[in-house]
């Protein structure tokens, strides 16, 4: 768990639930102290699946203050269980400059060309850092958060839908550090709309990474945990992953209070209207790591 005074609070659970009848090499279970900041826990899978399931779930909701629940669904758990992975991330921060929430409004965000809904528009002005990826149609927008400005998100808006459907396929790494580049990004006073939204998906992430080469770990023939237990009978049974994000208008008093002094208005230089599908990620700025990523298809 990381938390930097008023400007972000992170916290990344990940904790590994075994099998009480495994007998778990001394070796592996030092190692997942040491990389995982928690020894392996173990549980009756075997005899109580169902209690089992519920005492993870439960402490996955306390460890993310209630926002994270249920994180592993009905039967995904069963006496033949071996080993449960749990992967949360409960994340929340202040804007730099927050909106204002007398200034949100109702107004559409357009799904397709034939389908909008209304949803709360939130609506700022100030200097922003923006780039304008014109090969690719895609203007990119950083709001920092708080007064360190350590981590910020940044919003991927896309030209329309077609140039939405490429992003989803051919995003990487690569472009993004390229195109949120300090050197790329340029600070402009603009008017910002973004809509108030909130988002808690799930994701079975077995498929995932078997396609990535993980297929044998979840095979009760194939798998070799060699390193974990020494007789060959544990298997990877699924990776469940969920995460919770809420974006609204709020920040810090002192946030509020730094933005709010402000000696002469001027007319912004153009505007960021984010009223369609959008691709967001937050980072943490001095290492350039990705912390979330995801994309709004519908506040």
């Known amino acids: ?23 778990f090499l001394q070796s592996y279970l030092d190692a997942v ?23 993870i779930n439960s402490w996955i909701q306390q460890q993310t203050k209630g926002k994270i629940q249920n994180l ?34 109702k107004a559409p965000f357009i799904l397709t060309p034939n389908e909008q809904v209304i ?11 923006t780039n304008n990826i014109n090969s690719h149609g895609i203007t990119i ?5 708080g007064l360190t400005k350590a981590l910020s998100m940044f919003i991927l808006l896309p030209d329309n839908n077609t140039v939405l459907a490429k992003m989803d396929k051919g995003i990487s790494y690569e472009k993004l550090s ?22 808690e998906q799930r994701f079975s992430l077995r498929k995932i990474l078997s396609s990535l080469g993980m297929s044998s770990a979840f ?20 990776v469940y992953h969920k995460t919770f994000i809420e974006v609204n208008e709020k920040g810090t008093e002192a946030a509020s209070a730094t933005a709010g002094v402000v000696s002469i208005r001027s ?3 153009g505007e960021f209207k984010a009223d369609r599908p959008f691709h967001f990620f937050i980072r943490h700025n001095r290492t350039k790591c990705i912390l979330l990523y995801g994309k709004l298809c519908k506040p």
């Open 72 to 105: 592993l669904p009905e039967d995904s758990v069963s006496p033949n269980t071996a080993l449960a992975v749990a992967n949360t991330l409960y994340f929340l921060a202040n804007w730099t400059a927050p909106f204002s929430e007398r200034g949100t409004t």
């Open 219 to 238: 095979s009760q023939v194939r798998a070799n945990f060699s390193g974990m237990e020494k007789f060959g009978k544990l298997y990877l049974s699924d």
């Open 1 to 23: 768990m990381m938390n930097h005074g008023n400007d972000y609070q992170l916290n990344i659970v990940k904790k590994l639930f075994g099998e009480q009848t495994f007998k």
């Open 141 to 145: 927008l950083e709001l920092p958060y």
């Open 119 to 129: 949803v709360n528009m939130m609506n700022n002005e100030g200097i922003f850092n």
């Open 33 to 55: 102290n040491n990389f995982y900041g928690a020894p392996l826990e173990m549980v009756d899978f075997l005899h109580n699946p169902e209690i089992t399931r519920q005492q």
């Open 267 to 269: 007319i912004p230089d």
């Open 178 to 199: 390229q195109w949120t580049s300090s050197e790329n990004m340029n600070l402009n006073h603009i008017t910002v709309q973004l809509p108030r939204f909130r988002m």
